[in-house]
């Protein structure tokens, strides 16, 4: 199994970013998706969730109206639309895959985003 984030980097306030995370190994289109993020000095927390079969989204408070998560089945792969960033933004994303069947998740190694001017 793997998850294989890209996308980060650094970005001015008010940019955007779109990052991706690209699965393998598993059956990708079974199992929730999900992105979290974790600051500096901070505990890891949810920013976003799209569901297996159905494509139902959830949002953290502080990523709605600015953040998408969206999935190609096909491809494999979770994107997180990020627009309008701001400084607090700045974190470690992690994806997530979560398997609400078997209760098993599976992390990727992270992406850096860095939103500064």
């Known amino acids: 199994v793997q998850l294989v984030e890209s996308g980060g980097g650094l970005v001015q306030p008010g940019g955007s970013l779109r990052l991706s995370c690209a699965a393998s190994g598993f059956t990708f289109s079974r199992w929730d998706m999900k992105w979290y993020r974790q600051a500096p000095g901070k505990e890891r927390e949810f920013v976003a969730a799209i569901t297996s079969v159905e494509g139902r989204t959830n949002y953290a408070d502080s990523a709605k109206g600015r953040f998408t998560i969206s999935r190609d089945n096909a491809k494999k792969t979770v994107y997180l639309q990020m627009n309008s960033l701001k400084p607090e933004d700045t974190a470690v994303y992690y994806c997530?895959?979560?398997?609400?069947?078997?209760?098993?998740?599976?992390w990727g190694q992270g992406t850096q985003v860095t939103v500064s001017s």
């Open positions: 997530n895959a979560f398997s609400l069947a078997t209760l098993r998740d599976y």
